[in-house]
Each structure stands twice: as C-alpha cells, then as structure tokens.
C-alpha cells in the first residue's frame, strides 16, 4: 500500500483505562486512508520543535472512515507529550507500515493474543472482520496485569454477546485481594492455550506485545506443532 502523510485534527481523547488514552483523530471529509488491520504509522506532533516520531498500531477498522484511533500509555518523551496534547491538535501520520496485518483471502480460524496495550493492532482486525461479517471464529487471548488495566472492555463483551464467532479470555498476572476478579489468573502458558484453542495446528496466530511476551508464546506455540508461516508478532520494544 503507498505510504503517504496525513494531517489530522484529534477530536477526542478518551481515557479508556486509569493509564491508557486513545487518541481518535478526525478524518476530513473527502480524504482516505488506507490500510491493513494490524497495520501502524509513523506519528508526530505538529509544531513539536523536537521533531520526534514514534510508531502506533492503529487501533479502529480501516472500515471507518470518519476517524482513526491509536492507544497508548505514558512511559517515555513522546508518549508524555501526546498526553499532553487536547482535541483541536494537529498529528501527523505517515504510512501505513508493517507486514503485521489481517486480509481477507485469510479463512482460517483467528488467535490473538496481546500482552497489555498490545492489544491495539488486534482490535482493529476484530472491529474489522465484525464489520464486514467475515467468516473466521476469532479467540482474543489476553494478559493484563490487574482487572482494571484491560482496555477495550466494555466493546470486547459487546462483541462477544453479539457474535457467536468471537470470544476472548484474560487472564490477570498480578492479582491482588480486593480486585473483584474471578477469572483466569497467571501467565499464558501451554496448558491454557491447548485448553483454549480449538484448532491448534489450523488457526493463524496473531501476538502483540513486548518482546519476552511474544518470545515464549512462539516457544509455546512451536512446542503444540504450530508451524512458523501461521505465526505472525508485531514486537515493540
Ligand atoms: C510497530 C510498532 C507499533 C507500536 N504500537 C504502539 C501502540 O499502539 N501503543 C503503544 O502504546 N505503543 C506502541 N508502540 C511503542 C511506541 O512506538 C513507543 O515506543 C512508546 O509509546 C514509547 O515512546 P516514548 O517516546 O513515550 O518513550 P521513549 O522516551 O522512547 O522511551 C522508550 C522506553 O524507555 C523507557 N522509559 C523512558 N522513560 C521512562 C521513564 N521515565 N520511566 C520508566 N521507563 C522509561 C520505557 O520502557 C519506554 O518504553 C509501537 C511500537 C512499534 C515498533
């Protein structure tokens, strides 16, 4: 796909968890943008005398056209500054880039798995097989470390009551008394993704999230006989 520069306008900047903020930046009317679910673009700040760049997985369908959402926690220099931005600011976006991307001609069952704000790239595949009512059963495997850091919440339970074909799991690393959680605690391991995945050696593996996160589910997933061309990572950091 060409890669080109997008001026776009924030509109609004949702606090989607205590740390996560997604910044939905408005499309103009008559302008398009096109890429791959999975897909990220290069992002800067306009007017920032730093000139600093960093990557964002884009996180809406690219079925929707009025805007374009990315997800992110504070940790470092641009992340600080972005949070500091207010709708009316002006990012810029160059791309799309990445050969971590969904397609429709892929028929096979779906497993994403994302550690954290990991699951970025992942939403926007499930927003966009759910818009265009594609065929493949999707299973979201998600790692968070606390109940209230999963992002998304509200629209993966929305999906999954909706559509007989999506379900997710989180499991909580870090759970602590007082959480209100009785779902699955602890790390992915082979254990639940043999219990949990219907299809092992016929789905198309989707992982996103920091380096050892992906390293060990590939570990996982080769040791279950999942062969390397149904492994697609996106590795940040
Ligand atoms: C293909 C791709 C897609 C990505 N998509 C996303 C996405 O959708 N959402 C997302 O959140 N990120 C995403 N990232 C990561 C993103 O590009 C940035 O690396 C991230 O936001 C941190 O940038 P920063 O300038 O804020 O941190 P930097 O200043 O560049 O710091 C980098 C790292 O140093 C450490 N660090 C820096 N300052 C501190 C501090 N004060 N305290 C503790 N640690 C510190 C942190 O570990 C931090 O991650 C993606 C990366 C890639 C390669």
Redesign the pocket.
């Known amino acids: 796909m060409e890669i080109k520069e997008y001026k776009l306008k924030i509109k609004e900047i949702i606090d989607e968890t205590a740390k996560v903020k997604i910044f939905r930046c408005g499309i103009p009317n008559g302008s398009e943008i096109n890429f791959f679910p999975g897909q990220?673009f290069m992002v800067s700040i306009e007017g920032d005398e730093e000139n600093?760049k960093?990557?964002?997985?884009i996180?809406s369908s690219p079925t929707e056209k009025n805007y374009l959402d990315?997800?992110?926690?504070?940790?470092?220099?641009?992340?600080?500054k972005l949070f500091d931005t207010k709708p009316g600011h002006v990012l810029i976006f160059k791309g799309p880039?990445?050969k971590?991307y969904f397609t429709d001609e892929m028929k096979n069952d779906l497993i994403l798995i994302a550690g954290g704000?990991g699951i970025?790239?992942l939403m926007s595949i499930i927003r966009y097989c759910k818009a265009k009512k594609l065929g493949n059963k999707i299973k979201f495997i998600y790692s968070v470390r606390t109940p209230a850091d999963v992002i998304y919440k509200d629209e993966l339970e929305r999906i999954k009551k909706e559509s007989h074909k999506f379900d997710y799991l989180v499991t909580v690393t870090r759970p602590e008394p007082g959480q209100n959680w009785s779902g699955k605690t602890g790390r992915i391991d082979e254990s639940l993704l043999e219990e949990h995945i219907q299809d092992i050696k016929g789905s198309l593996y989707f992982l996103c999230g920091p380096n050892e996160f992906v390293k060990s589910i590939i570990a996982m997933l080769e040791k279950l006989g999942v062969a390397k061309e149904q492994i697609k990572t996106?590795?940040?950091?």
Do not use: E, H, N, Q
């Open positions: 990220f600093l960093r990557a964002y997985s996180a990315i997800g992110l926690d504070k940790v470092g220099r641009f992340s600080t880039y990445g971590f704000v970025t790239p996106d590795v940040w950091g």
